[in-house]
């Protein structure tokens, strides 16, 4: 069975500019959790979304959204990017939304210049 | 709110050699879980281990062990006849769990380094 995958790997963009970030779960998995790795943050947890429905939210503000499609699939965005949001995301995905353990992918490095 | 604490920023350790990463946690949930993933210098969250606040017994996968003691509230990961490819950040989590939301919240990591 496949693992978690995420688009791109890789990405530089400048100060302004909006960003989208793409995590496809494992086959049969329906929650699907972003966080945001940083050096001085450490791992943080952004948006859980399980069914479509967002289902939690981490403390950050409202440039960074989500949502998830009918096949389990979720994209992050971030507008009007600041240079704190580089950072490392990772995307993990759960069979169902309560006791089941979160695997992640292999993350987006994302560059703010 | 829960935490997690992981007191040793780094370790090193020679191949072949056992080694105890430290992990405490801070909940007032009767049920909870604990993770331990492995970050390699790639970036994937490699999963380790997991422990049920309900478990009567210590949770082994291969090489590795959970060294549960609830009352102490901590949750080290053992790590027995250790190789060079270990050698990565380690982080334990623990399960936050809210009307059926989860989240995981994270410790620090400890950067384990193995010496041939």
């Known amino acids: 069975k496949a693992g978690v995958t995420q688009t791109p790997r890789y990405l530089i963009k400048t100060r302004g500019q909006q960003v989208t970030l793409s995590c496809s779960p494992i086959s049969g998995h329906r929650s699907v959790s972003w966080y945001q790795q940083t050096p001085g943050q450490g791992l943080q947890f952004l948006f859980e979304?399980?069914?479509?429905?967002?289902?939690n939210k981490g403390n950050f503000p409202g440039r960074f959204s989500g949502r998830q499609f009918s096949n389990s699939r979720s994209e992050m965005n971030v507008s009007t990017l600041e240079l704190g949001d580089s950072a490392l995301y990772l995307c993990?995905?759960?069979?169902?939304?309560?006791?089941?353990?979160?695997?992640f992918g292999p993350g987006t490095r994302l560059l703010v210049l | 709110a829960q935490k997690i604490t992981q007191t040793q920023p780094g370790m090193f350790v020679q191949e072949k050699e056992a080694v105890t990463l430290d992990c405490t946690y801070d909940?007032?949930?009767?049920?909870?879980?604990l993770f331990w993933y492995k970050q390699p210098s790639s970036g994937e969250m490699i999963f380790l281990i997991y422990?049920?606040?309900?478990?009567?017994q210590n949770a082994t996968e291969g090489r590795y062990s959970l060294n549960f003691q609830k009352a102490r509230k901590s949750a080290n990961l053992v790590i027995s006849a250790s190789q060079l490819g270990d050698s990565a950040m380690y982080f334990c989590?623990?399960?936050?769990?809210?009307?059926?939301?989860?989240?995981?919240?994270f410790g620090q990591g400890t950067r384990l380094t193995i010496n041939p």
């Open positions: 422990q049920g606040s309900y478990d009567q």
């Open positions: 909940t007032s949930d009767p049920s909870y879980g």
């Open positions: 989590a623990m399960r936050e769990t809210s009307r059926g939301a989860q989240k995981l919240v």
């Open positions: 993990a995905s759960s069979f169902d939304s309560g006791q089941e353990t979160q695997y």
């Open positions: 979304y399980f069914s479509e429905t967002q289902r």
